[in-house]
């Protein structure tokens, strides 16, 4: 029978797999090596677009008292009053500055003196506010998170729709498609040459797929849920399957040229008789029909190498939370409650956090994505009319579980450095759909975002940008300072793109060599530490 495309996707990995480990024989950009650049990318999506001024809050006292609600609610706090805002450092807080660099800050919900109150009331908050503790992760002193913590403040998505605003969060460019390829990918590609034993560069865990638009197959995000999804595609576990057909011999590497590479391919007679009948193919259509069936051959060479690493096992003998749990005020498995016990969830509830350790720790992946929610796998994408308190509570909730990650990643030694840690080898990417209108104005879709960058590359401490509190409606961003791509200084209000080329910048990645972002763009200054 004559070899067609669909036989060739039938006979491999599936639709759903081609394009991972496609690692070998592609041009791809190199990211700068630096003492502080990080290696890997976590990227959270809290799923909805967010009312982010409910955590952190980078207004003036006008500001505050022109958009946000008096405080109410009692067991559901929201609203809050100029006396609430607190400097997660402790540091005196100036509510009276016009500047657009701050000190991470917001309204405070716990108790400083006991976290773990839920029942006191909060003395600035007029005595309408209960203690909240969740939230207190990202303020501990005794981990002082905030010291690695940049926030991003009102960058324009150019969109207020979900889809288009998802897909400018992870590519600098809104739109119903991609226009241009995800930062997750850019970064997968940028790595995998420095990087050979990291089999899967990029892995989504939920939500919509970062795509990699005209990048090479390495970029391509593979779908994953759990580690027992590894199983069925990543492994050769299954006997129904594999009987008869593990036995691997090293066979001399050739090109899909037919030109002889330096090196072995650990193949299989399944995978020597497809390499061999892929090559054949050759010349016989157009030349886009090459270029595709090339990736597909040098996908057959990375899937064999992939499975001889035994990625199943690797996953089975890693530890997921390993270091904070031995803090007794962070126990691995914790529930939280919106309001007095009104809906509770578990801290699983809230997305694969425990999946995405698991994937970063055992140095098996550069890119990772997730899908993240708060309790009970609550979105964040809602209308109703108590749709500010909801999400007041909810997000603290999220952010408890957020910075709860980057504090496992804190604690835990880099595989690679041992003077860093995996907090140090990797940026967290947090990020929505887009933000929303301020209170005062209810709860729906608005393009002035934010975004929060933690760990490898970053100046922490600080929150860049503002909000035009001269508007009487749902302010946009204020102007930032930001070097452009042709080098040039300019202040400006900050976009989607600005942030999605903050991301690569802390990479090393440099513009027109590593990627492209349509519409031009600028990396915010003093966001990403020199060298």
């Keep these: 029978m004559k070899l067609s495309r669909r036989n060739l996707f039938q006979a491999a990995l599936g639709a759903a797999q081609v394009g991972l480990l496609a690692r070998y024989g592609f041009p791809a950009a190199s990211a700068q090596v630096g003492r502080h650049r990080p290696t890997k990318l976590l990227a959270i999506w809290l799923d909805g677009g967010l009312h982010w001024e409910t955590y952190f809050s980078p207004m003036t006292r006008a500001g505050i008292n022109k958009y946000i609600p008096l405080p109410t609610g009692g067991y559901l706090p929201w609203g809050f009053v100029p006396e609430q805002v607190e400097n997660y450092d402790r540091s005196p807080v100036d509510l009276d500055s016009p500047g657009v660099v701050r000190k991470l800050r917001g309204p405070v919900a716990w108790n400083w003196d006991n976290p773990k109150d839920t029942s006191g009331i909060h003395p600035g908050s007029q005595g309408q506010h209960r203690y909240r503790p969740y939230g207190y992760a990202w303020a501990n002193p005794k981990y002082k998170l905030y010291e690695k913590t940049a926030l991003l403040v009102g960058a324009d998505q150019g969109t207020a729709a979900h889809q288009s605003g998802i897909i400018a969060s992870m590519s ?57 999804s590894v199983e069925p595609t990543l492994s050769d576990k299954r006997e129904s399957t594999w009987k008869g057909l593990r036995a691997r011999q090293d066979i001399p590497d050739v090109a899909y040229d037919g030109a002889s590479l330096s090196g072995t391919v650990p193949s299989t007679a399944v995978d020597a008789a497809l390499l061999e009948a892929v090559r054949k193919e050759r010349g016989i259509s157009s030349a886009g029909s090459d270029d595709m069936m090339e990736q597909l051959y040098d996908t057959y060479k990375g899937a064999s190498r992939t499975i001889r690493r035994d990625i199943l096992s690797v996953l089975g003998t890693t530890p997921q939370w390993e270091y904070l749990k031995n803090d007794p005020d962070y126990p691995v498995d914790w529930n939280a409650c919106i309001g007095l016990a009104d809906s509770c969830g578990s801290s699983a509830s809230m997305g694969p956090y425990g999946f995405a350790l698991q994937l970063l720790k055992s140095d098996l992946v550069t890119s990772v994505n997730m899908r993240a929610t708060s309790i009970s796998n609550a979105s964040f994408d809602t209308h109703s009319a108590t749709g500010v308190m909801m999400h007041t509570n909810f997000m603290r909730i999220a952010m408890e579980s957020v910075g709860r990650i980057c504090l496992e990643m804190s604690l835990t030694p880099s595989k690679s450095d041992p003077t860093r840690t995996l907090l140090d080898e990797t940026l967290v990417y947090v990020y929505s759909d887009f933000g929303r209108t301020f209170p005062k104005r209810g709860s729906d879709h608005h393009p002035a975002t934010c975004a929060i960058l933690v760990g490898g590359g970053i100046q922490g401490n600080q929150m860049i940008g503002g909000y035009d509190e001269r508007v009487e409606g749902s302010p946009m961003g204020l102007p930032v300072t930001l070097l452009e791509e042709g080098g040039e200084r300019a202040t400006r209000t900050p976009r989607s793109q600005d942030i999605a080329a903050t991301v690569l910048n802390a990479f090393g990645l440099e513009p027109g060599k590593d990627f492209f972002i349509p519409g031009g763009f600028g990396v915010y200054d003093g966001v990403v530490r020199p060298g």
């Design 172 to 228: 600098g460019v809104a739109g119903a498609t991609f226009r241009a390829p995800a930062v997750h990918g850019v970064i997968a590609n940028a790595m995998y040459k420095r990087f050979p034993d990291r089999p899967i560069p990029s892995v989504n865990l939920g939500g919509p797929l970062p795509r990699a638009l005209g990048l090479p197959t390495v970029a391509n995000p593979t779908a994953l849920a759990s580690a027992a």
